[in-house]
T-cell receptor, first 113, second 115 residues
Framework: GGIITQTPKFLIGQEGQKLTLKCQQN?????MYWYRQDSGKGLRLIYY???????QKGDLSEGYDASREKKSSFSLTVTSAQKNEMAVFLC????????????FGPGTRLLVL | AQKVTQTQTSISVMEKTTVTMDCVYE???????LFWYKQTASGEIVFLIR??????ENATVGHYSLNFQKPKSSIGLIITATQIEDSAVYFC????????????FGQGTKLSIKP
């Protein structure tokens, strides 16, 4: 089995601050994703990467940057945190061999003061 | 553009009964894949079941099954013999064939199982 870890678990930032979220997976999966989940809402795709050094924009990419320097890691940067913003950021990786399942990490909870 | 819609915000049923959660989707693609995921109260998200658009048989896994109605662009999730631990938020998702794994999720349905 494998696991996806996300750091930090909680992130409190200030308005206008640049904030970075990290994700690591040991499944050896090629494709990784970043989603945003607002309270009581579904998951919206921010960025995804089909291989090392590849980046693809999702529907919610504005205001974010991403980086995939290694196959096992995928980082997301909030370029300028918005005041009163509160959301959970979920990282996932894709398993072609198991019904094209996505495995999700535990999430990073962001609060901007 | 593709879209996935779950109109039921929340459902509450008695334990050991059967529940159906609705999901409709929009796509221009002739080949696509539909998924259901479960998010527990702890926030953990797990894959439940998948339906490929070219398959006529409804997928079944354990006490989860799907009601795939292609002409209606509908993919309902059926849970039989519900248990307390089935209480969670259920998300429907779709991937179009040409997409490199990009999933579009619905808004989710919160299921509560009463003892």
């Amino acid at each position: 089995g494998g696991i996806i870890t996300q750091t930090p678990k909680f992130l409190i930032g200030q308005e206008g601050q640049k904030l970075t979220l990290k994700c690591q997976q040991n499944f050896n999966h090629d494709t990784m994703y970043w989603y945003r989940q607002d309270s009581g809402k579904g998951l919206r795709l921010i960025y995804y990467s089909i291989t090392e050094n590849d980046l693809q924009k999702g529907d919610l990419s504005e205001g974010y940057d991403a980086s995939r320097e290694k196959k096992s890691s995928f980082s997301l940067t909030v370029t300028s945190a918005q005041k009163n913003e509160m959301a959970v950021f979920l990282c996932a990786s894709r398993d072609w061999g198991n019904q094209d399942t996505q495995y999700f990490g535990p999430g990073t909870r962001l609060l901007v003061l | 553009a593709q879209k996935v819609t779950q109109t039921q915000t929340s459902i509450s049923v008695m334990e050991k009964t059967t529940v159906t959660m609705d999901c409709v989707y929009e796509t221009q693609d002739s080949s696509y894949f539909l998924f259901w995921y479960k998010q527990t109260a702890s926030g953990e998200i797990v894959f439940l079941i998948r339906q490929d658009s070219y398959k006529k048989e409804n997928a079944t896994v354990g006490h989860y099954s799907l009601n795939f109605q292609k002409p209606k662009s509908s993919i309902g999730l059926i849970i039989t013999a519900t248990q307390i631990e089935d209480s969670a938020v259920y998300f429907c998702a779709m991937r179009e064939d040409y997409n490199q794994g990009k999933l579009i999720f619905g808004q989710g349905t919160k299921l509560s199982i009463k003892p």
